[in-house]
């Protein structure tokens, strides 16, 4: 008897399918891999289980019985516990008391009795957790393990993760999958969302793979090599991988001097005395789990905030003081977390998102806007980075995120800048967009602009920095040169443990 | 069968077009049934209402009389409304500009030379500049929100205008009425036609829509504006500078509304009363966003407002009905605004029941 099985789910939404004719099935004690692009279907599935969204054709079977999921709180009664990729916590409130909210009131007897509970599971599973501390104290990692621990207090069959790897550094993912795979030899099941193929290849029992909607395949990963997985999630007509060379940058244009920060906003991390200098003609990869710092650090590159000129230099000149404008026209391209509502305005065309920050070319003769220009560099952006959209006409929020974010990094390189700046270049980017975005980054660097990449995506900066460094808590970890950087390393260094390398001397 | 509304995938360009359409007709059916319930048959009252002022040349004049403010103000809001500044308060810098400007014709009474006219349309206009200045000034200074400011400040103007007709602009020889002395002739506008009282504001206006057309279409500046508005984010990005845009958008407006307030004294109405402000700066909200905060669109609507004027003048006198059956019109002319444009960026679909849904 399976512990859960879906067939023949399907869910449209207005103008898209979602999932079409979906079945999967998962055993007990079977840690089952759902792996798709973004955009596959994948939330949607799991959605589905948990009662959010009611399918509109197809059966779900629960130990072999037909059941009607009707909202989250049956899904917990039924077993069926699932940890988010957006946390819902409480920040103000402790451990314990987040965990008591969300029982049934007849499972909390005492909060002494609850804590003793707590302490119980996580020191059973290896998921150390102090239940007095306030989570807003605790890190993402650990947030997590609250998470979890919350639905292995509620007896959970089924476990759903959502791709909980993806804010975890290389060490607490290695702890996570520990415990997960003591669940599942305890007969728990786990459905395991996720896009690393590397991840679920240690992991997995079984994978189903989705792809626009459909299944696409199922495997044993282990059995399965990460290529063949890769062409099941993208379909055949997209290259897979490239290999980059790297490159030894020349003079340095981007110099940071000792910079501390502290902004208004009580919720925003204070930099501690961050310096860091940007070649011209490499690519420099900032790694780091987010909320570390990444954002404050590119504002004050961005020059939306302002600090001491000197503590910024662009090729020598003092900037810090120099609003985004200036900074521009000093040769600055940005490209922002936020594509929608930062990096482009959402009910805007794409030629007036062209426009947003290409001004001070010669789209603009002296505050005239010269529209026959504005309209064919909005064009070439569509053409030259292959932006599928209606037109240069079409609403910026009518573009699906990957092809915004084609769009968005398509404008700032055209402009030729001497310093680009990407945050999250690929994040929640298919495959072939990603690839086509990584190119275009190594050819800007090999035309000699400076390139610095903020990321939480390690693989991604692995593949594309040609010297790297992580931000913990505000401060910086020291800099090298990617090939004497391992992986566990940059996992100390994320981690805020920035003591030398023990096998340094293999470096410089 | 039931309905229910559905997010569209893009916002629909025909809804936003048929919306204000919709309201109107929505308005005039509503306007029927009042009339119904009020005992006069509703064709002849709607007829009453918004034809036969518009019978003859008299009342194509007197549009134009009351088009010229409402555009004037409109057209600066339209500026405001685009950097998402919500100034209300078109009606006390109108106010401002009526006092000054009037202030300064009283002052000029005797002097008949070329300069005097423009002078005091300069001055009208720098009176509701500064009018709107406070406003811009608590706004980017304290971070005062405009929408209380604004009010407050109209306030302030009208009982400004109500003290200076009783005390100081009083006319000595006005029987203690609350008016001003009349203007003099080189102290008042020049009407377009002999004997009618529409003057030559009303090309102001028009050339002030024109501008700020162009302005917002062609230029950097007004495409800044307009970002501002749609994505402050993007905004600080892209590195416009927000409180110089606020500062020019109040300002800009401050003056078209003062300009339309002393064009108001020192035209149609020629002297200071405590009437000169028929709420010209409110209903030019309503104007805004029926003309889709585009100028071709907001000249349209402000004759369709500055008719509702005329509409309620004429029932009053036609059918003996309250003339405040204009404020109503206004009024369910936006509600039915703000309920239509809700389909702009939704669409009613019907329901369907899914096999699996169950009582949710």
Redesign the interface.
Known sequence: MKRIELTNITKRYPGAIANSAVGISVDAGEIHALLGENGAGKSTLMKIIYGVVKPDEGEMYWEGERVQVRGASHARELGIGMVFQHFSLFETLTVTENIALSLPKSDVVSMESLKQRIEEVSTRYGMKLDPNRYVHTLSIGEQQRVEIVRCLLQDVKLLILDEPTSVLTPQEVDTLFKTLRKLASEGCSILFISHKLDEVRALCDNATILRGGKVSGDCVPRETTTDEIARLMVGNDTPLSEEYKKALGQEVFLRIKALSFQSDDPFSTTLKDISLQVKSGEIMGVAGVAGNGQEELLNLISGEEVCDASAVTFAGEAVGNLGPRQRRELGLGFVPEERLGRGAVPDMSLANNALLTAYHGDLVDSGWINSHKVKSFAAQIIEQFKVKAAGIDAQAKSLSGGNLQKYIIGREIIQAPKLLVCSHPTWGVDIGAAILIRHALIALRDQGAAILVVSEDIDELYSISDRICAICDGELSPVDEMKNVSINQLGKWMAGDFSPLTNQAVGV | MLFKL??????SQLMAYCSPLLAVVLTLISGALLFASLGHEPMKALYTFFVLPLEDLYGWTELGVKVAPLLLCAIGLMLCFKAKVWNIGAEGQFILGGVGGGYLALQLLDVDAFWVMPLILLFGALCGLLWAMLAAWLKTHFAANEILTTIMLNYIALNLLYFCVHGPLKDPDGFNFPESAMFSDSTLLPVIIEDYRLTISIYFALFAAAVVWTFMS????G?QI??LG??H??A??????EKKLIWLVLLVSGSLAGLAGVAEVAGPIGQLNPYIAPGYGYAAIIIVFLGRMHPIGIVFASMLLALTYMGGEMVQMDLALPKSLTGLFQGMLLFYLLACDLLIGYRIVRAKS???????
């Open positions: 559905e997010k569209r995938p893009s916002d062609r230029t950097l500046l495409f307009s970002v749609e994505d984010s993007a600080r990005f892209a590195g416009f500078k899914s096999p699996i849904a169950d009582q949710a």
